[in-house]
């Protein structure tokens, strides 16, 4: 039976995380998350000329990496910055770090369970918001509670607002896969000889780490959507590399 990724599973790997994410030193990693963040500051600045006051909302914030970075990019008090986390440990670095930023004051957090059909009752969903999950975070949520993770999206963004998934490329799993968890290792501890299953395209290993990824028709179809994702290249020697994907999802 497939271990499941819970509350426990994020606090254990907590105290790692900066090491395998925002700190990871991997040229590969640096330069994954600079266009990434990149696209998602300019998906945001698009939503801001069409809308104000709104919220952008990251769902599995995990330590703050991306409402830190698009709450500095950005630089508009039109604009709150909320992530929300249910690992307790991830909750208190994100907090931790909040507090000694200086000059930006609109970010906050929140700990609630993502995949709860009730979730939307906590947010203002009168306002045109940007509700995001980034680095592949889809792929921890239980099979069974995927619909209901995006469909909490959907419910949050209201109406007009914009829905984001980025997702690594689950059409190149053998390729990208090994070279991106070779460059999480501080975190994920471990990559066992039958970490990598291609057929099924999830990594996992031994210690209870576990990520699914998807082909960008699987997203599109979560998502209910049509829309061609933006590509997330990394130049490997001197080609650029599809490692991720940016899927975009309007709300009606």
């Known amino acids: 039976m497939a271990k499941i990724m819970n ?21 590969l990693v640096i330069n994954y998350l600079k266009e990434e963040i990149e696209i998602l500051k300019n998906l945001c600045e698009k939503h801001s000329r069409l809308n104000k006051n709104f919220s952008v909302i990251d769902m599995g914030a ?11 990019k950005l630089r508009d008090d039109s604009i709150d910055f909320l992530g929300i986390e249910n690992s307790d440990l991830m909750l ?7 507090k000694l930023r200086s ?5 906050s957090f929140l ?15 009168k306002n045109a918001n940007v509700v ?10 239980p099979s069974d509670k995927r619909q209901s993770f995006i469909d909490n999206m959907k419910i949050i963004a209201g109406k007009n607002g914009m829905v984001i998934l980025t997702m690594f490329n689950g ?14 290792i501080p975190m994920i501890k471990k990559i066992d000889d039958d970490s990598f299953d291609e057929e099924n395209r999830v990594f996992h290993n031994s210690l209870g780490f576990r990520s699914q990824w998807f082909t960008k028709n699987e997203i599109n179809s979560l998502l209910d959507s049509t829309l061609d994702p933006l590509p997330i290249n990394v130049i490997i020697g001197d080609t650029p590399k599809t490692f991720g994907n940016v899927f975009v999802h309007n709300v009606a």
Do not use: I
Not at 62 to 72: H, I, N, P, Q, S
Not at 103 to 107: H, L, P, V, Y
Not at 115 to 125: A, G, I, K, P, R
């Open 7 to 27: 509350n426990k599973s994020w606090d254990d790997l907590a105290a790692d995380y900066d090491k395998s994410v925002e700190d990871n030193q991997s040229p």
């Open 62 to 72: 995990g330590t703050g990496r991306v409402v830190f970075a698009l709450d500095e």
């Open 92 to 98: 208190k670095y994100a907090n931790q770090k909040n």
């Open 103 to 107: 000059g930006f004051s609109k970010t």
């Open 111 to 125: 700990k609630h369970d993502l995949t709860d059909t009730n979730l939307s009752q906590n947010f203002d969903l």
């Open 132 to 141: 995001m999950c980034t680095y592949n975070t889809l792929g921890v949520v």
């Open 171 to 184: 059409d190149d799993f053998g390729f990208v896969a090994p070279k991106m968890y070779h460059s999480m």
